[in-house]
Every structure is written in structure tokens, then in C-alpha cells.
């Protein structure tokens, strides 16, 4: 006779709410309060995960919470996650040592379709560690673009120099070929760049509108205001993709706390496009 406790730990082990153990093997400090990790798998990897999709990240004795995946390597199975400290759960997270073992839920959640884009002109518009999920749709387009086939447009603001993620590699990306702007809400004496909203950014850069597809992150009024902007400048919101976030719990879409309208975010989103009801959705206060 089978052996019943075994079964039930394999079962257990394939549910969506076991998380699996990773281990860091480097950690980066992009900012003051963020942090990037590059996590590898102890026993075996989660499903292959796509840009835009997040993960439920646990710090063993303190709690989960829902991250965006900032980059992937399937081949080795790595994944990048880049953590902003701003409570207790996601504070052990960005200060995990390297060594240190988190586990990983996911992949949950809509991606950024970068398998759609075909030939059209990439328009990234970021607010802060809105660049996070992002970060590898451009690293995926700045490849095609250094191969000539296609545009890349990469617009970032931050609060102030200090932070902005991923700072070493802009470089690389105008490098490959990518209009790469920047601005900051307050400058310092060594900052040269534009001081403003990423929104004064949007007119100035030379996308063909009638040709783009955007994808906007970053706080949800900025997301609302850069779409405008965007609907300005002549892109369609059919053609406008934002990030959604909303209290994600269980990241299957059975506890109801990300809930907003019909949405459930962890299983709708967070990628969804700009248009139908959504801009209205927008618009209600998380509680």
C-alpha cells in the first residue's frame, strides 16, 4: 500500500500556496531603501516565468508578499527580484543576505506581451520602482533594437537621482540603440538631466504614434496621467498597457483582496490594457 503521508506531502508540494526555496546568490543595492536579488533554486525552479508576471516572495518567520520579477534566466532558472523596503515582510526580503533562503510562489498574473509587439515602436514609461517590472521587457527590446528591428523608447522619472534603479545600465541600453530620457522630481548639484514630471517627457521623445505600444508602471496617478499623455500624443488606449497592483494575497484569485470592479489583479493583471473600464477603475482609492 502506498505510502499516505508521502502523497499528501507530493500534493502539497505541487499547490499553489507551497512556496519553493530559493537561495540568493548575489544582492545589489539599487537605492537607498531598494534592493535587487538574483535567486537560484535549492530542490527545483517555478514555471518559466514571462515579463510583467510577479511572484509571492516569503521570508521564512515574517511573512509573503507579492513582487514583480525584474528578470529572468530560464535557463539556469534564476530570477531577479528588486524590493523596495517599506514594511516588515518586504524589509527581511531586501535585507536577505546573500546565502540567505527565501521561498517563491508564482508565477501568477498577465504579462507585458512582449510576443505582440511585432514591428511597432516600444514606448516604456516608468515612475520610480515602476522600472522593476519592466526591467525585462527592455532588456529583451534593447536586444531587438541593437539588432535593428525595432524602436525603443525609455522614459523614467524618480524622486531624486539616488533614486533611480538601475542606473548602471542606461548607458548600455542608449549603447544598443534605445532613446533613454530621465527626470527627477529634485535635482543635486552633479544632476544634468531633465527636473520634473515623467509626464513632460512623453511630448519629446520621437515615437510614431501611429505605430507604438506602451507600457506604463509606477503609482497609480502617474500611470493615469502618463496615459493621457500618451492618448495626447496620438497612441491609441487600446495600445496602452499598465500595471495594476492591488492588495495581492493568495496570487490564485480565490482570497478576493486585490478585487477591483470585475478584476481580480493577481489573476487578470496586473497587466491590463488601457481602455474600457479600466481608466475608470483607476481612479477608486485602494482601501
Not at 528588486?82 to 515582510?89: A, L, Y
Not at 546573500?98 to 515602436?121: E, L, Q
Not at 524618480?158 to 542606461?170: K, Q, T, V
Amino acid at each position: 500500500m502506498p505510502d499516505s503521508s508521502a502523497l499528501v506531502a507530493d500534493e502539497i508540494e505541487e499547490a499553489p500556496f507551497f512556496p519553493l526555496r530559493y537561495r540568493v546568490l548575489e544582492r545589489r543595492q539599487e537605492s537607498p531603501d531598494v534592493a535587487r536579488l538574483l535567486l537560484a533554486p535549492i530542490e527545483r525552479a517555478i514555471a518559466p516565468v514571462r515579463p510583467g508576471q510577479f511572484t509571492m516572495l516569503t521570508s521564512y518567520g515574517v511573512g509573503e508578499v507579492a513582487i514583480s520579477v525584474s528578470g529572468i534566466a530560464t535557463e539556469h532558472g534564476l530570477l531577479e527580484q528588486t524590493i523596495r523596503d517599506v514594511g516588515p515582510v518586504s524589509g527581511a526580503l531586501a535585507n536577505t543576505p546573500v546565502d540567505g533562503i527565501v521561498g517563491v510562489r508564482g508565477p501568477f498574473g498577465t504579462d507585458w506581451g512582449i510576443d505582440t509587439v511585432g514591428d511597432a515602436d516600444v514606448v516604456i514609461v516608468a515612475g520610480g520602482l515602476g522600472l522593476a517590472p519592466l526591467h525585462g521587457v527592455i532588456t529583451t527590446m534593447v536586444e531587438r533594437t541593437r539588432s535593428g528591428e525595432g524602436r525603443l523608447f525609455v522614459l523614467i522619472g524618480a524622486r531624486s537621482p539616488d533614486e533611480i534603479i538601475f542606473r548602471e545600465e542606461l548607458a548600455s541600453w542608449r549603447d544598443a540603440g534605445a532613446y533613454v530620457a530621465v527626470t527627477v522630481d529634485v535635482a543635486d548639484s552633479e544632476w544634468t538631466e531633465s527636473v520634473g514630471l515623467v509626464t513632460a517627457l512623453v511630448p519629446a521623445a520621437p515615437f510614431d504614434p501611429t505605430n507604438s505600444i506602451a507600457m506604463v508602471c509606477g503609482p497609480e496617478i502617474m500611470m493615469r496621467f502618463t496615459a493621457r499623455a500618451l492618448i495626447d500624443a496620438g497612441i491609441t488606449p487600446a495600445e496602452i498597457r499598465v500595471s495594476l497592483e492591488r492588495n495581492m494575497q493568495c496570487g490564485i484569485g480565490l482570497c478576493g483582496h486585490c478585487q477591483l470592479g470585475p478584476l481580480l489583479l493577481c489573476r487578470d493583471g496586473p497587466i491590463v490594457t488601457y481602455s474600457g473600464i479600466v481608466p475608470e477603475l483607476m481612479k477608486r482609492r485602494e482601501l
